[in-house]
């Protein structure tokens, strides 16, 4: 009975190399920022949000895991963070949250990236807007990071993460998932490829890179979704009950 419930919530890569171990897909946490951070400079070398440095994106990933207009989910494996991906349920009210409530957190960490770099300070000018940017309506989320560690690249866990973040926004009405991806990053725009229904909603320029902004439909891509294992930290905005509680 005990390993059935496991093999509920883990997942063994297609990977030679990993082919024996286990990965479980849970909520990310407060306390999994500093691992989530680490990720995503990893992943993301050179963009806007990891030249404003660690500390910035600990207090970002620390905020996804506890306000109800985001949420995070990570692959761990033996406990340690391997994958994750970040989540704003609502831009527009996730990133106004988070000025107001981070603001004194990262304002030494931003003013240090801007000493370090001063030519990220238009960028910084118009990441302050993301929300306008993505200008995603209420049940549309906007995916912040999806990433693997390079160690385990190509093993399949990229696409499992998309079936467990599907499997969750699909839990709290959210129709679509949308991602702003520069044109040039292929691994990400082959990987979302394989989805059903995908579409480039606008390309523009951002911070300086030609970027392509997709909209993906959360019901047409439920095949193989899951819910991830255990309890967010901050439950996220579920869009399926108005404030009257009434299913909508
Ligand atoms: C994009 C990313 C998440 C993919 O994760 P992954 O676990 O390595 O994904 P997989 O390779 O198992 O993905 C499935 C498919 O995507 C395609 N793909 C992914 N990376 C590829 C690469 N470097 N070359 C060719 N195809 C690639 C393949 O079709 C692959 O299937 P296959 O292995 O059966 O051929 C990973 O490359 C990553 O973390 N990149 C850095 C972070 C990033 O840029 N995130 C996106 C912006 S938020």
Known sequence: MCCVLRMEYVYATRNTQHA???????????????????????????????????????????????????AGIGVFEDGTLVAQTAMAVSSKKFFTEF???????????????????????????????????TSSPER????????????HLRSGLGPELVNYMFGWADSIGLVSANLMIE????????????????????????????????????????????LPHGEPFCPAHNYHLSQSGKMV
């Not at 579409?199 to 095949?223: D, S, T």
Request: net charge positive; hydrophobic share 45%; aromatic share 12%.
């Open 99 to 133: 000025k107001r409530k981070y603001l004194w957190r990262i304002a030494i960490p931003v003013a240090w990236a801007i000493v370090c770099r001063p030519q990220i300070i238009s960028h910084i000018i118009k990441g302050w807007s993301y929300a306008d940017q």
């Open 140 to 151: 549309e989320g906007d995916v912040i990071f999806l990433g693997v560690k390079k160690s």
């Open 183 to 226: 044109k040039r990053n292929r691994p990400i725009r082959w990987m979302i490829g394989r989805l059903n229904d995908l579409r480039i909603a606008h390309e523009f320029e951002a911070y300086g890179r030609q970027m392509l902004f997709y909209k993906v439909p959360i019901h047409a891509n439920l095949q193989e979704a899951k």
């Open 20 to 70: 024996i171990t286990m990965f479980e897909f849970r909520y990310l946490q407060p306390y999994d920022a500093e691992a989530a951070a680490d990720i995503h400079i990893e992943g993301q070398p050179g963009t806007v949000l990891t030249l404003l440095g660690h500390r910035f994106l600990v207090e970002l990933y620390r905020a996804v895991a506890g306000s109800e207009w985001g």
